[in-house]
């Protein structure tokens, strides 16, 4: 079955500066990686996703990015602000009927005022 | 309005106790899921269903049992319960189609602690 890995856990940057956090995945047959943010005590939402058929995808502040042959995908977060400070899921999925997604562990977002 | 609720938001029982959590969603959605999230913060799927239909079944101890009465709810019942089934249970819906991207709508979550 799938198996998607998540780095770092936690993730400590000043404020305005960049975040990345990268996820690998194991099932090539995925086709869909979707990111959600969780703040703290509150449900995870999507903030952003990503298809197998697109190398990248921007949204304002951020962007994700995909590389297919090697299993990698990316979410970068640019100026970043306060409130982008929460849990970031990466995931991994294959649009069927029996759409399973996969969650990677977790980073933890720290911005530092 | 609340697009997936879920009741209780807090559950604090003894361990031995059989306890459920109830989920409604008023998306019109077809697939339903529990979720479970352990202390660190790990999101892990347990069941899923389909239009009634139990579709995703993870490995999870049959203490737990999923019961979906139409597609708009879906309920997790626990028996027996254990010091390790303390987490916060999520319940999310999306909708599955050829336009879909299967977007999660998570619930608000139960937390759960087993004493």
């Known amino acids: 079955g799938e198996n998607v890995e998540q780095h770092p856990s936690t993730l400590s940057v000043q404020e305005g500066d960049s975040a990345v956090i990268k996820c690998t995945y194991s099932d090539s047959a995925s086709n869909y990686f979707p990111w959600y943010k969780q703040e703290l005590g509150k449900r995870p939402q999507l903030i952003i996703d990503?298809?197998?058929?697109?190398g990248e995808k921007k949204d304002q502040r951020i962007a994700v990015t995909l590389n297919k042959t090697a299993k990698h995908f990316s979410l970068h977060i640019t100026e970043t602000q306060p409130e982008d400070s929460a849990v970031y899921f990466c995931?991994?999925?294959?649009?069927?009927?029996?759409?399973?997604?996969?969650f990677g562990s977790g980073t933890r977002l720290s911005i530092r005022p | 309005d609340t697009a997936v609720s879920q009741t209780p938001k807090y559950l604090v029982t003894q361990m031995g106790n059989d306890k459920s959590i109830k989920c409604e969603q008023n998306?019109?959605?077809?697939?339903m899921y529990w979720y479970k999230q352990d202390s660190k913060k790990f999101l892990k799927i347990m069941f899923s269903y389909n239009n009634k239909e139990l579709i995703i079944n993870e490995t999870v101890p049959n203490r737990f049992s999923p019961k979906s009465p139409d597609k708009a709810h879906l309920n997790l019942h626990i028996n027996s319960l254990e010091l390790g089934d303390s987490a916060v249970y999520f319940c999310?819906?999306?909708?599955?189609?050829?336009?879909?991207?299967?977007?999660?709508?998570f619930g608000p979550g139960t937390r759960l602690t087993v004493l």
């Open positions: 995931a991994a999925s294959i649009l069927s009927s029996a759409s399973k997604i996969i």
């Open positions: 990503i298809r197998s058929n697109v």
């Open positions: 998306l019109g959605h077809d697939t």
């Open positions: 999310a819906s999306s909708q599955y189609g050829a336009t879909s991207n299967n977007e999660q709508f």
